[in-house]
């Protein structure tokens, strides 16, 4: 534990270090990344360098040299990078709402409901009620798990129908609480209130922590690049507000286990499904690298027949641990190190660090202030999930840059008169 510690000091002070001399403001995309790591890989990193925590039957010991070595080498190319992270120019987004803006706010929101309306609608005929509306949560944990694994099994473009119950909802959610910041009025607080809600109910729809947190995640983001709201009580009122809904969430999982120890054993699965999995998935894929040796690309995607003899990693893993068909990406470190051993965290870094350079001058030029921020909420929280996932799972997926610009066209798209 000695190596947990001594890693999960020197993180915290650099992300001291990162906040006092405000290099998320310098630099929003990185130092989102930078805290996606530290939070969803280091912190939970315990499950791993004590394996005694994991909720699960294994008998598996996770912890590795190569394990603790991946994070170390991570947060030292971290650290390298701080003196790239002052020379670059900070995004500018102040919005100052007029007349005209709210008009063109108010359509522009008028469109996001109506494309995601028609998104669900569609999945509903082709595919039924979304699994949270119908399932039984006195299954348990594990058997709800393995049900969601299988209806998502059976449903293609799946992609498509997460930006309509997902993505535009949040839109939705955050247009109306700018608004609300801005023209303070019942009518407006009202329409950011239900939409909130009605938001919050579709991102439990398949049943994933992810949309939920995300939405938490991208309105405390507006609160400080719109609003400059970084202050302690801020961040301890979101703070609150997050573990209030994770226990909720929650507590749906575990309706169905033993109720003697349910709250110690709810409190356990929180912390694990948060933090421990992650760094889970990347001690597993060293695992494989150890049995299998590295894959030299052929954990990427094969689009085009670079990589015939490709290996879902993904799915190894999840059979691994649970011993039945799913999905459990290892991070985007986990990736680069299955593919190319300690070489592929300097390459993943540097993909990183041009992608987001790339993504923020563009952001930068566009003139709209709204699209600015939905932009900027959708690649930050793409930057926060390489900590859960691939490149080519968030900044490299090509689907986050169609569904950009859809979005950008929508707001271009003229009312039919």
Not at 148 to 161: K, L, P, Q, V
Not at 241 to 256: A, E, K, P
Not at 261 to 280: A, D, H, S
């Amino acid at each position: 534990m000695i190596e947990y510690l001594l890693l999960l000091s020197l993180n915290l002070i650099l992300l001291w270090y990162l906040y006092i001399k405000k290099i998320y403001i310098r630099n929003p995309f990185i130092s989102i990344y930078y805290f996606g790591f530290i939070t969803l890989n280091v912190v939970g990193s315990v499950f791993v360098y004590n394996s005694t925590l994991i909720p699960y039957n294994l008998n598996t010991d996770f912890y590795t040299s190569e394990f603790n070595n991946i994070l170390l080498i991570q947060t030292v190319i971290f650290i390298i990078s701080i003196p790239f992270l002052f020379k670059i120019k900070s995004i500018k987004l102040n919005i100052k709402i007029n007349a005209k803006d709210i008009q063109l706010i108010s359509s522009f929101n008028l469109k996001i409901i109506f494309v995601s309306l028609l998104i669900i609608t569609t999945f509903i005929i082709n595919n039924g009620i979304p699994v949270f509306y119908v399932i039984d949560f006195n299954i348990g944990s594990t058997n709800l798990i393995e049900n969601r694994s299988g209806f998502f099994s059976s449903i293609e473009n799946f992609w498509i129908y997460k930006f309509g119950f997902y993505t535009l909802p949040l839109y939705s959610t955050i247009i109306f609480y700018i608004k609300y910041k801005y023209i303070k009025s019942r009518l407006n607080l009202s329409l950011f209130i239900i939409t909130f809600l009605i938001t919050i109910l579709l991102s439990l729809s398949f049943l994933h922590k992810t949309p939920l947190i995300f939405l938490l995640i991208s309105l405390f983001i507006v609160k400080v690049y719109v609003f400059g709201d970084f202050k302690f009580n801020s961040i301890l009122s979101f703070i609150i507000i997050f573990i209030f809904f994770i226990y909720f969430l929650y507590s749906i999982y575990y309706m169905g286990n033993e109720k003697d120890g349910y709250f110690n054993e709810l409190t356990i699965g929180i912390l694990n499904r948060i933090f421990g999995v992650y760094p889970i998935g990347l001690s597993s894929a060293v695992l494989y690298t150890k049995a299998n040796g590295f894959l030299y690309g052929n954990a990427m995607p094969n689009i085009i027949g670079l990589f015939p003899d490709s290996v879902n990693i993904s799915k190894w893993i999840h059979y691994y641990i649970f011993s039945f068909d799913g999905d459990a990406p290892p991070p985007a470190i986990g990736y680069s190190y299955v593919n190319f051993g300690y070489i592929g965290l300097f390459i993943n870094s540097l993909v990183i660090a041009l992608t987001s350079y790339i993504l923020l001058s563009l952001i930068n030029i566009l003139s709209n202030k709204i699209l600015k921020v939905l932009l900027l909420i959708t690649f930050m929280t793409a930057l926060i999930n390489l900590s859960m996932s691939s490149l080519f799972d968030t900044i490299l997926d090509p689907r986050q840059y169609v569904l950009s610009i859809f979005l950008i066209f929508l707001y271009n798209l003229k009312s039919v008169r």
